[in-house]
Structures are given as C-alpha cells and as structure tokens.
C-alpha cells in the first residue's frame, strides 16, 4: 500500500508502472466507494500504460480531513497527488464524483490533463434539496438507511438477481466509508456546478454512461457531453452507475479505442 500527504490529508493511492512513452492513467472514484471499483478496468490495462489510482478523501483509506468539503478541496488533494508523483499530461477518467474533479483539474490546472474520461457523471449532479435531503438522513441514521435505495441505482436489476455475492461486496463498501466523508462529499456535489466550465475544455473527452444509470441518467451525461466542444458520447448496454463494476470489459474497450485515437503530443 502506498499513502502520500498532500492539502493536509494523507491519501492512500497506488501507482503502477508501464511504458515511459505512453501516457499514464489517473482513476477517480465515486461517492461511496474506493477505488477497487476500477479493479477490473485496471488489470486490462496495466502493462500497457502507467496507472495511478487512489483513495479520495473521506474514503476507504484516505484521511478524512475537516468535512464538509468544497469539490476544490478534492481536485487540490489530486493536484497534489500528482505533483507528488510527478505525473502530467495524463488521462483522468473519473466516475461521478470522481468525473467532476477530473473537470474541476482540468479547469485548475490544464498542464495535467492530456484526455478526459468523464463516466457517468455531469456539470451538475442533483439539487441543493436532494443532497440536504441525503445528507440529513446520513446524519440521522447512517448511510445504511440509504443503502438499498444507493445500490438500486448503481446497478442494474440483473445485477441484483444475478451476481447476489458481489452486491454483498458493495454494499459493504458503501456502509463502510466514513460518515464525515460521506456527508462532506455530498456537500461538496451539492455546491459545484460546472456547466460554464464545461464549455471550456479544450482536450479530447469521451462521456461515457449505463444504460440504466438511475444517478446521472444518459439524458443529463449527454446534456455534459453536448457542452464539451468535440466530446465523444457513448452509452453501455446492460450497466448501471458503475460500468466499471457491471461491464468493465466494454468500459475498457471503448476507453482503449479513444485513447488510440488521440492525437500526438
């Protein structure tokens, strides 16, 4: 395990080798989860490029920090990652949460980011109203109150019916994260708004959703991708919120064929 402190918060993250000339991999994870969800995106990828995976803030085994959060505080915690690694001109792909701190980054700083991969994400995720809504019964009850109405948006009905042991799995990762970290990135979903910001990437991105994503619907990705200018739009059958987790075979293809098509540097 590897862990760095970087905005007063020791993050844990890992870092994989692979060829010098190709460039290197950032992976952010979602509200509720660590960064395991890219296990099955990773494996099919590393050799050929270098990774660089971790733990936000707030979850799995990253500091917590002073909850609430701002999404700055998040896209800071990876600036610093990735100072700290030396890594630039990289290819962030980031899911839900995750995507919005890949477009924070690129907003903050241009110099690190080659490519997006924004999966099942938005400009702007939910209201002020369902966010304080989530974060009052968190408070009162615990984020397992909320879990079964979480997984029936993260994967599809299949999912549920079929694969019952690996439900078991995330579940336990969504009742496991940190209360403060929880309720602190929900805040910070609640307040950070990018559609302007959208409007002014300037990289390749692909915008990537389930078909059956009950967080950010295809509707509002697609509305994501048509403020990106030149965004790529894509959509996987057969997936939830997480394709990483329910298709990570079709996930990764469609990322390898972007990343082919990527114009030298």
Same mark, same amino acid.
């Given at each position: ?53 971790? *733990?936000?803030?707030?979850? /799995? +085994? %990253?500091?917590? $920090? ?10 800071? #915690? =990876? ?9 630039? *001109?990289?290819?962030?792909? /980031? +899911? %839900?949460?995750? $995507? ?10 241009? #110099? =690190? ?16 109203? %369902? ?135």
């Amino acid at each position: 395990m590897q862990f760095t402190k970087t905005g007063g918060v020791t993050l844990h993250h890992q870092l994989i080798g692979g060829p010098a000339n190709k460039p290197v991999f950032v992976f952010v994870n979602s509200l509720g989860t660590d960064f395991r969800i890219w296990r099955d995106v990773i494996v099919r990828l590393a050799g050929d490029f270098p990774i660089v995976t971790y *733990d936000k803030r707030g979850h /799995g +085994l %990253s500091d917590v $920090g002073t909850a609430p959060y701002q999404m700055a505080d998040h896209i800071g #915690d =990876l600036e610093g990652l990735l100072d700290h690694l030396n890594v630039k *001109d990289a290819i962030i792909c /980031g +899911l %839900s949460v995750g $995507g919005m701190i890949a477009q924070g980054l690129y907003t903050r700083r241009p #110099d =690190l980011v080659r490519a997006l991969v924004l999966c099942d994400t938005a400009h702007k995720i939910g209201t002020n109203d %369902s966010w304080n809504t989530r974060i009052a019964a968190v408070e009162k009850n615990g984020i397992a109150s909320i879990v079964d109405t979480v997984l029936k948006l993260w994967f599809t009905p299949e999912f549920h019916e079929q694969r019952k042991d690996d439900l078991t799995g995330y579940r336990n990762m969504l009742t496991r994260q940190p209360v403060a970290g929880y309720i602190g990135t929900c805040a910070a979903l609640r307040d950070a708004d990018y559609t302007d910001a959208a409007k002014a990437i300037a990289v390749p991105t692909l915008c990537v959703v389930g078909d059956h994503d009950g967080s950010t619907p295809p509707a509002l990705v697609r509305a994501l991708a048509d403020l990106i200018p030149g965004s790529r739009f894509k959509i996987i059958d057969g997936a939830g919120h997480i394709p990483c987790v329910e298709k990570p075979e079709e996930l990764t293809a469609l990322i390898k064929r972007f990343v082919a098509q990527l114009p030298p540097r």
